[in-house]
């Protein structure tokens, strides 16, 4: 679907971050982002963009294997929400290619805030109407990062022979997660801990 059909999908209509764009800078800095990373990521994207049905079914098949993960898709306490897992799952295909196309800038930023929230008690469940946990714990949110990461390697490989090729694109993919990850650990943190 067209970006603008995707059920709550409000990128470029998010409140303002307060993460500043020279925070974005340090953080890239610290994972070692650079311009060449930008170029990986954009080739990951065309290399992915027919795949990306696929990648998400690897990724909520783990996802639903694990309780202690399909628990936060779930009613407390009790059974998967279909709807829900359906409504995030188009979102998730739609990070995918912002995570690999989009300018990381100031409307970027402003979304990657949204999504940290949705996360959190502050905006979870409230986009889908859904009664589900109230919150994805942070110790997740951050191991997530390996299997998010470590998955796409077999669906790039599929495109890719060059396995040099492949290691540059899976690195640039890793520094984009933990730099999300990273932006997405704040409001989980203390006031000037961040
Ligand atoms: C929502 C990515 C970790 C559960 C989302 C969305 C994305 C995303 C892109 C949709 C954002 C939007 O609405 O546009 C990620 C990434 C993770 C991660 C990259 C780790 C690296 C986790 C973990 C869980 C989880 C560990 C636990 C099961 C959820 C839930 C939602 C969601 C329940 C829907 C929140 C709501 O709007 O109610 N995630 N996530 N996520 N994620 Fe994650």
Redesign the pocket.
Known sequence: PSESQIP??TYGRAEHSPVTLDELKELKASVLFGEQDAELLRRVGELLDDQIEDVLDVWYAF?GSQPH??A??SQPGGAPIPEYLQA?RS??G??IRDTCTRPYDQEWLDYQQE?AL??TPA??????H?N?TSV?PLR??I???VP?STTIRPFLANREDSAEQVDAMMQAWLKA?VV??ALWSRPYANEGQW
Do not use: C, E, M
């Open positions: 709550g999908y996802v993960l399909v936060h898709f995030v979102r998730f739609q990070w999504i949705r996360h905006h979870k469940n409230a986009t889908d859904v589900s994805v997740h949110l191991a997530l990062a998010i997660v999300q990850v």
